[in-house]
């Protein structure tokens, strides 16, 4: 079967560094992508990673590791907006997405 | 319209009716797909259109649920006989044929009673 796998909840302090790690096992690999979604809203494009390696954007960054089935969103200088759920997604052979169930991120002051 | 756009953007009706959700993709975006979502879950595919056609319908759960997208921009999903189980939020995304950013619209929140 195909499983995605990331922390339900994790919880940071405004100002510091988060990092969200995401397993995967699918059938196929062709990219794998993180979104947020604020509550009550539609999931917006962060990331894609189809290479190892890391890619930066900002004070987003998003790893990857083919051969472990791993890949981790680093988020820093954290800020009160971030509070959202992040979504960790790995496009298949059929190259749809499928989906972890989210990481829910608590910023506190 | 600047976005994805979807309507309504809630829904309620009674276990056995018939519902339509309807996505209007960004301008000029080939690719549509829809999945819906529960509470505390990601997203989960129902089906993917490439201009006018299903080029993967494997998502959807049963023959109860439909879509089209005839002149291959507004799309429509057509549940029949809804169910209690059927209630989510159903998202409707697209994107350029071969982009690897999907944009999402707002979402319709389906209430089955």
């Known amino acids: 079967g195909q499983n995605i796998d990331q922390p339900t909840e994790m919880t940071a302090t405004e100002g510091a560094i988060v990092q969200i790690n995401c397993t995967y096992q699918?059938?196929?690999?062709?990219?794998l992508f993180w979104y947020q979604q604020h509550a009550g809203e539609a999931p917006t494009f962060l990331s894609y990673?189809?290479l190892d390696g890391l890619e930066e954007k900002g004070r987003f960054s998003s790893f990857l590791s083919r051969s472990k089935g791993y890949s981790y969103l680093l988020l820093k200088e954290l800020q009160m907006k971030d509070s959202a759920s992040y979504l960790c997604?790995?496009?298949?052979?059929?190259?749809?997405?499928?989906w972890g169930a989210g990481t829910k991120l608590i910023i506190k002051p | 319209g600047a976005g994805v756009s979807q309507t309504p953007s809630n829904k309620v009706t009674e276990k056995g009716k018939y519902v339509e959700l309807r996505c209007d993709p960004i301008?000029?975006?080939?690719?549509l797909y829809w999945y819906r979502q529960s509470l505390g879950q990601g997203p989960e595919f129902l089906i993917y259109?490439?201009?006018?056609?299903?080029?993967?319908d494997s998502g959807l759960p049963n023959d109860r649920f439909f879509a089209v997208r005839p002149e291959g921009s507004v799309s429509t999903l057509k549940i029949q006989r809804t169910e209690r189980g059927d209630s989510a939020v159903y998202l409707c995304?697209?994107?350029?044929?071969?982009?690897?950013?999907?944009?999402f619209g707002p979402g319709t929140r389906l209430t089955v009673l």
């Open positions: 990673n189809v």
């Open positions: 699918t059938s196929g690999f062709n990219g």
């Open positions: 997604a790995v496009r298949d052979s059929n190259y749809q997405l499928i």
């Open positions: 301008s000029g975006h080939t690719a």
């Open positions: 995304a697209s994107s350029f044929l071969d982009s690897n950013e999907q944009f």
């Open positions: 259109f490439q201009g006018t056609g299903a080029a993967d």
